[in-house]
Antibody, heavy 123, light 108 residues
Framework: QMQLVESGGGVVQPGRSLRLSCAASDFTFKNNFMHWVRQAPGKGLQWVAGIWHDGSHSLYGDSAKGRFTVSRDTSKNTLFLQMTRLRADDTAIYYC????????????????WGQGTLVTVSS | EIVLTQSPATLSLSPGERATLSCRASQSVSIYLAWYQQKPGQAPSLLIYDASTRATGVPARFSGSGSGTDFTLTISSLEPDDFAVYYCQQRMNWRALTFGGGTKVEIK
């Protein structure tokens, strides 16, 4: 049974930085496009960022552009999200998500989800 | 950005009834649409992709239809476990993946 386990969440002051990690197991991590998706308390889902299977390219949602950086360490089967200049509206559960994949190496759909890590931005 | 509008926001039904959920896109997404189910306190799970293909292990009472801008998720006969929030998501514009706002299916 494949697993995605997020860590690194917590309470952080506005303007500070935080790094999230996601440990992947029981699937071939290097083969899959990976994402971060977030959900503010009581709200809907918002795609944050995605990264190619080989780490060669990355994509960002509008809320993350210029502030967040997604990366991956294939040797450690780990996905990261470096978040800087955090704001109150970044408060959310952050999910690490595997892409289902398709005929090409582009993003498709969100196939398997971790349980999420809560980030609270507050002074 | 492609905007997905889901309706209704809340659907109140009884077990055994048929549920019909709608997702409308601001521009054509061809068949590149998925549906997710989220139960309270849990991460979402993939139900349907490419508008009508059930994900592995999803019961046959869940079906998806549509193409272009109008899509429907149908639950043929609601089971107690089906009361949850459902989201649609497009990947037509894969550079900017977007979700709909969700439909909550609640027990009447």
């Amino acid at each position: 049974q494949m697993q995605l386990v997020e860590s690194g969440g917590g309470v952080v002051q506005p303007g500070r930085s935080l790094r999230l990690s996601c440990a992947a197991s029981d699937f071939t991590f290097k083969n899959n496009f990976m994402h971060w998706v977030r959900q503010a308390p009581g709200k809907g889902l918002q795609w944050v960022a995605g990264i190619w299977h080989d780490g060669s390219h990355s994509l960002y949602g509008d809320s993350a552009k210029g502030r967040f950086t997604v990366s991956r360490d294939t040797s450690k089967n780990t996905l990261f999200l470096q978040m800087t200049r955090l704001r109150a509206d970044d408060t959310a559960i952050y999910y690490c998500v595997r892409d289902r994949g398709g005929a090409d190496p582009l993003p498709y759909y969100f196939d398997s989800w971790g349980q999420g890590t809560l980030v609270t931005v507050s002074s | 950005e492609i905007v997905l509008t889901q309706s209704p926001a809340t659907l109140s039904l009884s077990p055994g009834e048929r549920a019909t959920l709608s997702c409308r896109a601001s521009q054509s997404v061809s068949i590149y649409l998925a549906w997710y189910q989220q139960k309270p306190g849990q991460a979402p799970s993939l139900l349907i992709y490419d508008a009508s293909t059930r994900a592995t292990g999803v019961p046959a009472r869940f079906s998806g239809s549509g193409s272009g801008t109008d899509f429907t998720l149908t639950i043929s006969s609601l089971e107690p476990d089906d009361f949850a929030v459902y989201y649609c998501q497009q990947r037509m514009n894969w550079r900017a993946l977007t979700f709909g706002g969700g439909t909550k299916v609640e027990i009447k």
